[in-house]
């Protein structure tokens, strides 16, 4: 416990140094150490929130010599940079946020409107409503004008036209399996097996939307919206049974299709009631 406790400290420490770099708004810690459901060797996530330019130099200095710190893009269009980091032995990540781009992306939000971007990393695309869900699950470690808090009041209240828009996209779900059929036919693994994990991944956005809960990414989002309420008790098994074992010639993947098609109905059902 004193190494953990000398690890927050540190923490703490270096969200409040980060925060006086030029263009940093505030800092958040992020993931499953912000909601309580941390292992001991869970990563600590520093969400950066910055606006305008953001001065690299000087985070590159804080970060340390042999620390590579990735600029606004660096990662890619949704991830937008930052950095990796070992404190006492434990992985510290860096993630870049423009505020802005945050704000822009809630009213989105608000008026039930959603983007899914190629994203590496996140291999069911990366869901623009990620971005209100980090600010308002996350924990507001150094805001000196007070912004992210006021975000993260705002965000607390999950948008009923989100929800809707969310719920309502799982006629994809549907499709998928709709065209997936085809490929069971010719015996084409990789499409069926993508169309089906898409498919389950997308229902899992609406159960969260149905419960108005964030859904921040794929990770362990599973098993949670297995634990809804209105979800069969043997949703998980199913979907496990679906993707863990989907099958290789025409005749078992035409089987597990099939199979994807009866569950997608019957989530969807839940969705409509």
Not at 14 to 30: K, N, S
Not at 156 to 182: I, M, N, Q, S
Not at 248 to 271: D, K
Request: one cysteine or more.
């Amino acid at each position: 416990m004193p190494v953990m406790h000398s690890i927050t400290e540190h923490i703490e420490n270096m969200a409040a140094r980060l925060a006086d770099v030029p263009g940093v708004v505030g800092v958040m810690l992020g993931g499953s150490r912000a909601r309580g459901e941390h292992r001991p060797e869970s990563d600590w996530d520093l969400g950066v929130y910055y606006r305008g330019a953001l001065d690299l130099a000087a985070l590159r200095e804080l970060a340390g010599p042999g620390v590579e710190v990735a600029g606004p893009g660096g990662w890619g269009p949704w991830v937008n940079g930052g950095a990796w980091l070992r404190v006492d032995g434990v992985a510290v990540d860096w993630i870049l946020r423009d505020l802005d781009r945050v704000y822009r992306v809630w009213a989105d939000c608000r008026a039930g409107r959603y983007e899914v971007g190629v994203q590496a990393g996140h291999p069911l695309g990366f869901w623009s409503p990620c971005y209100p869900g980090e600010v308002a699950l996350g924990r507001v470690l150094a805001d000196p004008a007070g912004e992210l808090a006021a975000l993260q009041a705002e965000t607390a209240d999950y948008p009923e036209p989100l929800r809707e828009a969310l719920t309502a996209g799982a006629w994809e779900a549907e499709f998928l399996v709709g065209v997936a059929v085809k490929g069971a036919a010719r015996g084409d693994v990789l499409y069926v097996s993508l169309c089906l994990s898409r498919a389950v991944g997308v229902l899992v956005q609406a159960l969260y939307a149905r419960d108005r809960r964030w859904c921040l990414n794929e990770k362990g989002a599973l098993a949670v919206a297995a634990q809804l309420p209105g979800v069969s008790h043997d949703f998980r098994a199913r979907v496990h049974a679906l993707l863990g074992a989907a099958g290789e010639t025409p005749e078992a993947l035409t089987a597990t299709v099939e199979r994807a098609r009866a569950l997608v109905g019957e989530v969807r059902a839940v969705l409509r009631g």
